[in-house]
């Protein structure tokens, strides 16, 4: 089955991530996540009091639910909604999970259909530059317009039980983040197989 999640990330794929638990304090403080839980071996937050104020869900009315499954078993994330802080990471990684879809040119948005390669090559060496086929330029892969399907970073808030334009950060929310990081914050979808 698949996983669904929404994934913020600060929008300079290099930007010095804020230490862990500090932003753990404030992501609780502000109300977006919840308790602390055990999911796959790894600590995952339930939803917090604010979580509906902060984050958007768009139509008329989602059907999301915010418990884990009642026998405790630990099926598909996708089961229900809850976050996970992944990172921070030494050096910059590819967030993108599944569903990543074709990205364009920074520069003249033409396609890049051998992204994937250009990614193998950035893994290499995180220097490496990828002509765009249309209009030649030397593109760093992490500036590629990925249309919310994936970005990179040094830090991830990993909201899962998020199908693909079902919800948004609010505004308030991009606020806080920047004010606490001191930059820019963007998000996409990912869905996990």
Same mark, same amino acid.
């Given at each position: 089955m698949k996983e669904y999640k929404l994934i913020l990330h600060p929008k300079d794929p290099r930007a010095e991530p804020p230490a862990t638990e500090p932003l753990t304090t404030r992501l609780a403080a502000w109300?977006?996540?919840?308790?602390?839980? %055990? /999911?796959?071996?790894? $600590?995952? =937050?339930?939803?917090?009091?604010? /979580?509906?104020?902060l984050i958007t869900f768009l139509g008329c009315s989602p059907a999301v639910a915010f418990e884990p499954?009642?026998?405790?078993?630990?099926?598909?994330?996708?089961? /229900?909604c809850h976050l996970e802080l992944r990172g921070p990471f030494p050096t910059t990684r590819f967030l993108g999970e599944g569903g990543v879809k074709r990205p364009r040119c920074p520069r003249c948005r033409g396609w890049i259909d051998d992204w994937e390669h250009a990614l193998s090559r950035w893994r290499e060496g995180e220097t490496h530059l990828h002509p765009c086929p249309r209009c030649g330029e030397a593109i760093d892969p992490t500036t590629f317009k990925w249309r919310h399907s994936a970005?990179?970073?040094?830090?991830?808030? %990993?909201?899962?039980?998020? /199908?693909?334009?079902? %919800?948004?950060p609010s505004e308030t929310l991009l606020r806080l983040l920047r $004010?606490?990081?001191?930059? $820019?914050?963007? =998000?996409?979808?990912?869905? %996990?197989?």
């Open positions: 109300g977006l996540t919840g308790n602390p839980f %055990a /999911f796959r071996g790894r $600590e995952h =937050y339930l939803v917090g009091e604010q /979580f509906m104020q499954p009642a026998d405790g078993s630990e099926r598909d994330g996708a089961d /229900f970005g990179f970073g040094r830090l991830a808030i %990993a909201i899962w039980g998020v /199908f693909e334009g079902e %919800a948004v $004010e606490s990081s001191g930059g $820019e914050w963007d =998000y996409f979808y990912s869905r %996990a197989v």
